[in-house]
C-alpha cells in the first residue's frame, strides 16, 4: 500500500475515497479514529488515503482533477 492523500478531515477523507473507488480504484482510509484517542490535547491530522501500488498513478490522475477543482459541485 500507498500513502496517497493527506485530507483536512474525515469528511474530505470520505468524500475522497468515494471520489477515488467511483473512478475504479480502490482506497483505504487509515488514522480517523485518532483525533479522538487525543482527547483534548492538540493534535496534528493524522488522517490519510492509501491505495495498492498498482494503483498508484490512476490514483494521482483523479486527485490532480480533484484539487483543479474537476469534480465540484455546480
Known amino acids: 500500500m500507498h500513502e496517497i492523500y493527506l485530507p483536512e ?3 474530505e477523507a470520505y468524500l475522497v475515497q468515494g471520489l477515488l473507488e467511483s473512478e475504479g480504484v ?3 482510509i487509515r488514522g480517523e479514529y485518532l483525533p479522538g484517542a487525543a482527547g483534548e490535547l492538540p493534535a496534528g491530522n493524522n488522517i490519510s488515503l492509501w491505495v495498492h501500488e498498482n494503483e498508484v498513478e490512476a490514483a ?3 486527485l490532480q482533477r480533484y484539487e483543479a477543482g474537476e469534480f465540484a459541485a455546480e
Open 26 to 28: 480502490e482506497c483505504e
Open 9 to 11: 478531515n474525515n469528511i
Open 60 to 62: 494521482k490522475a483523479v
